[in-house]
């Protein structure tokens, strides 16, 4: 009774040298909108795991889903996964009975005190067996840190896969932007081209002035000159998406024109299901729950560690009467830290700050992805607002370049006058269709801020 006491109080007394748990930092709590700043209250309605198909391309389709089987970053992501389940197995195999077969043997010659050698063979077999009872929770702990790390590493696959969707479909946008940017230079440069064959015949027949003829082929070199960016934009957005795909470098597959690509609707989701959706905002309450657990593991090394232990088996020898003998042991241990120079103490406060980086970074993510929302919501509705505008600007513009055009012809007004004209329907078309990129690449985005469908 009295030595049942005895290590009682000496638990007491260690635990007590742990002192009070330390509590998550409050700074570091997060409180999610009650709504969005410029799209309500939001509704709680699901987005589809397949969102990219919204787009309404099956050329996307098809290039997105050979990114998700394909890619190699999802597959090294994969593999993490891998290697928290090989940790998440060993910390959980630790808390289970140990049992190991031990074997020795040999032959032995020797001299005994009278001068008489002694040659003597002699083998020994063991079963042992041990088992950490983990009264204070230390083992315990440590597999339900590993576990969360686990959780938190299939969360972090899912950010990967997501963004690896994200940037196909980015990719396939822009890419298709730079297309039709291609096509309105080759249709301009056409045109120009017919202009400049008018003119050179106008000038050669004496009806047209050499600065005329000068100015037409300045604008035709002038249009001439952007196609090979545009050209070298093609290229490495090729390239950048054959390495999402985990191919070498080569063409990519086209299908609907970037005009043709539907606007997709998304559903505005609640502040509080985006905290529950997102897979990198999931990774990181992981981590905080994996964080928390090993600072439980590292505030259990104050308390003693107590083990049974069993073993048994037989020795054979030459010297020995009866061959073989049985052997066993039975027993138990018990091992209490008394003064290790501070190291217990500065791993427990190590896990803590590590614990209260955790929810810190939790914090972090939490708040960038809110922003990250309100930013694609904002970016959508502008850049539609924009595509309006321009539309609207080009069909006037149109009608510009054809009046000015119809009237250089019959004489009634300068080249500059059309060049002009031409010059502003060229800007017009350009920027129209980079704000439908934009928009599509703004939808995408919203896609992803939003948790892209995921379902944990």
Same mark, same amino acid.
């Given at each position: 009774?009295?030595?049942?006491?005895?290590?009682?109080?000496? !638990?007491l007394?260690?635990?007590?040298?742990a002192?009070?748990? &330390?509590a998550? &930092?409050?700074?570091?709590e997060?409180?999610?909108?009650?709504?969005?700043?410029?799209?309500?209250?939001?509704s709680?309605v699901?987005?589809d795991?397949?969102?990219?198909?919204?787009?309404?391309?099956a050329?996307?389709?098809?290039?997105?889903?050979?990114?998700?089987?394909?890619n190699?970053?999802?597959?090294?992501?994969?593999?993490?996964?891998? #290697?928290?389940?090989?940790q998440?197995?060993?910390?959980?195999g630790?808390?289970?009975?140990?049992v190991q077969a031990?074997?020795?043997?040999?032959?032995?010659? @020797?001299?005994?005190? =009278?001068?008489? %050698?002694?040659?003597?063979?002699?083998?020994?077999?063991?079963?042992?067996a041990? =088992?950490?009872?983990?009264?204070f929770?230390?083992?315990?702990?440590?597999a339900?840190?590993?576990?969360?790390q686990?959780?938190?590493?299939?969360?972090?696959?899912?950010?990967v896969?997501?963004?690896v969707?994200?940037?196909?479909?980015?990719g396939?946008?822009?890419?298709?932007?730079?297309?039709?940017?291609?096509?309105?230079?080759?249709?301009?440069?056409?045109? /120009?081209?017919?202009?400049?064959?008018?003119i050179?015949?106008?000038?050669?027949a004496g009806?047209?002035?050499?600065l %005329?003829?000068?100015?037409?082929?300045?604008?035709? +070199?002038?249009?001439a000159q952007?196609?090979?960016t545009?050209?070298?934009a093609? !290229?490495?957005l090729?390239n950048?998406?054959?390495?999402l795909?985990? /191919?070498?470098?080569?063409?990519?597959?086209?299908?609907?024109?970037?005009?043709?690509l539907?606007?997709?609707?998304?559903?505005?989701q609640?502040?509080?299901?985006?905290?529950?959706?997102r897979?990198?905002?999931?990774?990181?309450?992981?981590?905080?729950?994996?964080?928390?657990?090993?600072?439980?593991?590292?505030r259990?090394a104050?308390?003693?560690?107590?083990?049974?232990a069993?073993?048994g088996?037989f020795v054979?020898? @030459?010297?020995?009467p009866?061959?073989?003998?049985?052997?066993?042991?039975?027993?138990?241990?018990?091992?209490a830290?008394i003064?290790?120079?501070?190291?217990?103490?500065?791993?427990?406060?190590?896990?803590?700050?590590?614990?209260? +980086?955790?929810?810190?970074?939790?914090?972090k993510?939490?708040?960038?992805?809110f922003?990250?929302v309100?930013d694609g919501?904002?970016?959508? #509705?502008?850049y539609?607002?924009?595509?309006?505008?321009?539309?609207?600007?080009?069909?006037?513009?149109?009608?510009? +370049?054809q009046l000015?055009?119809?009237?250089?012809?019959?004489?009634y007004?300068?080249?500059?006058?059309?060049? %002009?004209?031409? /010059? @502003?329907?060229?800007?017009?078309q350009? @920027?129209?269709?980079?704000?439908?990129?934009?928009r599509?690449?703004?939808?995408?985005a919203?896609? +992803?801020?939003?948790?892209?469908?995921?379902?944990?």
């Amino acid at each position: 009774m009295t030595g049942r006491l005895a290590a009682g109080s000496l !638990a007491l007394l260690l635990s007590a040298c742990a002192g009070p748990r &330390p509590a998550i &930092p409050p700074a570091a709590e997060v409180a999610p909108p009650p709504q969005w700043r410029d799209a309500g209250a939001g509704s709680d309605v699901a987005l589809d795991a397949h969102w990219w198909r919204s787009f309404g391309d099956a050329t996307l389709d098809g290039l997105v889903e050979a990114a998700l089987t394909h890619n190699a970053d999802i597959a090294i992501a994969a593999a993490r996964v891998e #290697e928290a389940r090989a940790q998440f197995a060993a910390a959980r195999g630790a808390r289970m009975p140990q049992v190991q077969a031990v074997g020795t043997g040999g032959r032995t010659r @020797s001299v005994d005190a =009278f001068g008489i %050698d002694v040659e003597q063979w002699a083998g020994q077999g063991e079963v042992q067996a041990s =088992f950490d009872l983990d009264l204070f929770g230390r083992l315990r702990s440590s597999a339900a840190a590993a576990k969360a790390q686990l959780l938190a590493s299939d969360d972090s696959r899912a950010t990967v896969r997501l963004a690896v969707a994200a940037g196909v479909v980015s990719g396939y946008v822009q890419l298709r932007t730079f297309d039709e940017r291609q096509a309105i230079l080759h249709r301009t440069l056409d045109a /120009r081209a017919g202009t400049l064959k008018l003119i050179r015949r106008r000038a050669e027949a004496g009806y047209g002035s050499q600065l %005329d003829l000068a100015q037409a082929e300045a604008e035709y +070199q002038a249009a001439a000159q952007v196609l090979p960016t545009v050209d070298l934009a093609i !290229a490495k957005l090729e390239n950048g998406l054959s390495i999402l795909l985990d /191919r070498a470098p080569g063409p990519i597959a086209r299908g609907s024109a970037i005009t043709a690509l539907t606007i997709p609707t998304i559903p505005t989701q609640l502040p509080a299901r985006v905290l529950r959706q997102r897979p990198d905002i999931a990774a990181a309450e992981q981590q905080i729950v994996a964080a928390d657990r090993a600072l439980d593991a590292a505030r259990a090394a104050f308390l003693p560690d107590i083990k049974l232990a069993a073993s048994g088996g037989f020795v054979a020898s @030459s010297l020995l009467p009866d061959d073989p003998l049985s052997i066993f042991s039975l027993g138990g241990s018990i091992l209490a830290p008394i003064f290790n120079g501070g190291r217990i103490r500065a791993q427990a406060d190590g896990a803590t700050a590590r614990r209260d +980086q955790a929810a810190f970074a939790y914090r972090k993510a939490a708040l960038t992805a809110f922003r990250e929302v309100e930013d694609g919501m904002a970016s959508v #509705e502008r850049y539609g607002e924009q595509e309006a505008v321009l539309t609207r600007q080009q069909a006037a513009l149109l009608r510009v +370049q054809q009046l000015a055009s119809r009237r250089y012809r019959e004489g009634y007004s300068p080249y500059l006058e059309q060049l %002009d004209a031409e /010059r @502003s329907l060229l800007s017009s078309q350009l @920027s129209l269709v980079q704000a439908r990129g934009d928009r599509l690449l703004a939808s995408t985005a919203l896609f +992803q801020a939003f948790g892209g469908g995921w379902q944990p």
